[in-house]
């Protein structure tokens, strides 16, 4: 009778001890989620190639064959345009808005010819830009995020190391520019 109940206290007391480190070091990782890495490597409307050095191989998904690069923007003041075209076998985008929920992703063959153009923008925005669509425009998908900040995730396949000199350049080679409405 006395095991089982020592059992019980030593449980008890486990259990408590466990659930104090987990809740003293929960703000150590709500600190640090996904949106604030990607802002913290570098300028917004930006597109950055990461690698597993610095913040960049916290981001990666550890495929080797996938080469990313990603880009963050704030749509407050203008809508992001994002661009890229190039050589390669396979790539795919992603929108996220800035509590990481996915707002919009394609790839290669989805797009107009192979080549990305996307014009993400907020609601108001984007009715603007309807009524007087720009030519340079005429092309793009577009795409409406309701929240004002956010990153895009650009990805590209590297099934054999003849093809790395070709993703590096797609990837550097990317635009996220911020997107003049007026003119």
């Known amino acids: 009778m006395l095991k089982i109940l020592f ?3 030593v449980g008890v007391l486990g259990a408590a001890f466990l659930h104090l480190i987990i809740i003293l070091s ?6 640090s989620d996904a949106f604030q890495r990607v802002e913290a490597i ?3 409307d930006s597109f950055h190639v990461l690698d597993a050095g610095e913040d960049g191989g916290r981001l990666l998904n550890g495929d080797p ?17 994002l661009m890229a075209k190039g050589q390669v076998p396979f ?3 992603a929108i996220y808005d800035s509590a ?15 080549t990305l153009d996307v014009l993400v923008a907020a609601p108001v925005q984007l009715a603007a830009i309807r009524k007087a669509l720009p030519a340079e425009l005429a092309q793009s998908i577009l795409v409406e995020m309701a929240e004002g900040q956010g990153y895009a995730v650009l990805r590209t396949m590297v099934p ?3 093809f790395g000199d070709g993703a590096r350049d797609f990837l550097s080679k990317a635009q996220c520019d911020a997107f003049d409405v007026g003119g």
């Open 42 to 44: 570098g300028e917004e």
């Open 7 to 9: 059992s019980i206290i």
């Open 100 to 114: 990481s929920n996915e707002v919009f992703s394609m790839s290669d063959r989805t797009s107009v010819g192979g």
């Open 91 to 93: 790539w795919s985008l």
């Open 160 to 162: 054999q190391p003849s």
């Open 65 to 81: 064959y996938l080469r990313t690069a990603v880009c963050a923007f704030d749509l407050s003041d203008m809508p992001v345009h």
């Open 26 to 31: 929960l703000p150590g990782f709500s600190n």
